[in-house]
């Protein structure tokens, strides 16, 4: 199979893998430089870069590059490690490069008013493959958005039964209403996405959270949410809020690790709310006086 027909057909079903390369060679190894393996998010591989043990750890190393999406160089000294004295190789030294493979970056954008056309202008540009979903077809156009992959003009409810977002995609809801709001987070909250956004103010998303527990889904499927969605850059205008979405969903596509000023608020009330219920738990009331 052809290792690059397979790497476009892994991106295609929205799948992950690793990339092995040799890079660097020194001496004799079982194998040539720029050989390559792909090894597919299920474990299986196409190509080689020679077999044996080293293969066997940069399997390895390939499962964990494409956890952490990003790339690793391996040095083996084949001379010095006793490892890989398997009677088939001459010694020498190499260097392998492993990259991810990801999958598109599939933003599903709920809503067609302001705020999402400036998230999609942005996101878009950003490297993401937005897909536009609005139940008026005078607001889902093409030409509305030029820069979407895809864009449709369909009842919600139809468009939840219609999509499957994957692991590595994004869920923003920007509708122009609490009730839409309402039912695509219901929907949302129960997919894989990766990420799960919606705009609003901090009473609605309380309102809204609530309601849909109350309804049975669990609390726990509520703390991957982003709500209100953005990093806190103060942004005001439709323009701004767009770049402030799409820092939020940069920031989770590239594994930010420094503190960022996120809109903490929901997860402080909710602990907050928890010391208050343990608090009403614990404390005893006041005895009465027997002397009374």
Same mark, same amino acid.
């Given at each position: ?7 476009? $057909? ?6 992950? %893998? &690793? ?23 299920? %474990? ?16 390895? &190393? ?32 190499? $260097?392998?490069?492993? $990259? ?8 599903? @954008? ?43 003009? @369909? ?71 982003? &709500?209100?969605? %953005?990093?806190?850059?103060? &942004? ?57």
């Amino acid at each position: 199979m052809d290792i690059y027909e397979q790497i476009v $057909e892994l991106r295609r079903q929205g799948r992950r %893998g &690793a990339v092995a390369t040799i890079v660097n060679v020194r001496g004799s190894i079982p194998s040539f430089k720029t050989a390559k393996m792909l090894v597919r998010d299920d %474990g299986s591989i196409v190509g080689t870069i020679g077999g044996g043990c080293v293969e066997a750890d940069v399997w390895q &190393a390939a499962r964990e590059v494409m956890e952490s999406e990003k790339p690793r160089t391996l040095k083996f000294d084949l001379n010095q490690d006793p490892r890989y004295d398997t009677g088939l190789i001459c010694g020498g030294t190499l $260097e392998i490069f492993v $990259e991810p493979v990801l999958p598109p970056a599939v933003l599903y @954008l709920f809503g067609a008013g302001h705020v999402a056309l400036s998230v999609c202008r942005t996101a878009a540009g950003a490297g993401f493959e937005v897909i536009v979903v609005d139940d008026r077809s005078s607001y889902a156009t093409q030409e509305r958005f030029p820069g979407a992959h895809e864009v449709h003009a @369909l009842d919600f409810d139809e468009a939840m039964k219609k999509f499957d977002p994957s692991e590595s995609a994004y869920v923003v809801i920007v509708t122009r209403g609490h009730r839409d709001d309402m039912r695509i987070l219901r929907w949302a909250v129960q997919t894989r996405a990766r990420y799960v956004g919606m705009i609003g103010s901090k009473r609605k998303v309380i309102e809204i959270s609530k309601a849909l527990q109350g309804e049975g889904i669990p609390a726990n499927l509520f703390e991957r949410v982003h &709500a209100p969605i %953005g990093l806190d850059i103060g &942004a005001v205008t439709p323009e701004e809020i767009g770049v402030a979405i799409t820092a939020e969903l940069i920031a989770l596509r590239r594994h930010a690790t420094s503190a960022l000023p996120y809109l903490s608020w929901f997860k402080a009330q909710q602990h907050d709310a928890d010391t208050e219920r343990e608090n009403s738990v614990t404390t005893e009331p006041p005895k009465a006086d027997s002397k009374h």
